[in-house]
């Protein structure tokens, strides 16, 4: 069924969607940057269901407001779900540090901690220099001229090193196989980030 709406009405409907977001948000404990995102969620919801909206029943208002509870229930149910799946709550790195901090979290977080900590890559300095020397101490262990393929892989790839005499594409990457459990036994990890650093 195709319902008219006055200004007034649409007036209401945002006004609503826009309540029953800021209470998901704070019910959530999300920040205040997801009160948008959740009012959006909420009024497309009331939209798809407007067709059901009989006036005789009721005043638009009260609908609005039954179906964005209704909404919102689900949203939270959902959210919770999720939440306790992952062993704790969602974290925002645009949330505020603390209560007495209210700078966002991703400018509280060290190097040392972040995403690139959490993969294995060197984060400070210190710990680059050290991968370095690993690098360095690991390579020195080999022949001549396996040192010499380290070299020029740190700056070309095996296609480049095929066509300048280094030895056929099959012949470098069975090197290249052989190099890893070398370097590995050296005290490297296998990855060719440790190549390149050299």
């Keep these: 069924m195709q319902i008219k709406l006055s200004p007034d009405d649409i007036e209401t409907i945002i006004s609503e969607a826009d309540s029953a977001a800021r209470r998901l948000r704070r019910r959530l404990g999300l920040p205040a940057c997801d009160r948008e995102d959740l009012g959006q969620d909420l009024l497309i919801d009331l939209l798809r269901r407007l067709p059901a909206f009989d006036p005789a029943r009721g005043s638009l208002g009260a609908f609005a407001g039954l179906v964005l509870r209704n909404q919102s229930s689900r949203i939270a149910i959902r959210m919770m779900r999720d939440r306790s799946a992952q062993g704790g709550g969602l974290l925002s790195l645009d ?3 603390g209560p007495d901090d ?3 979290l991703a400018e509280t977080i060290g190097e ?8 294995g890559q060197a984060t400070t ?3 680059s220099t050290e991968q370095h020397q690993a690098v360095q101490s690991a390579i020195s262990h080999l022949p001549l001229e396996d040192r010499r393929l380290c070299a020029a892989l740190a700056h070309r790839p095996i296609s480049a090193l095929a066509s300048e005499g280094f030895g056929s594409r099959s012949g470098l990457y069975r090197r290249l196989a052989d190099l890893r459990h070398v370097l590995t036994a ?3 990890g296998p990855s060719w980030d440790d190549f390149a650093a050299a």
Excluded: F, I, K, V
């Design 95 to 97: 949330a505020p540090s």
């Design 186 to 188: 050296h005290g490297l």
């Design 112 to 119: 040392d901690e972040g995403l690139s900590a959490w993969h």
């Design 102 to 104: 209210q700078r966002p």
């Design 125 to 127: 300095a210190h710990a």
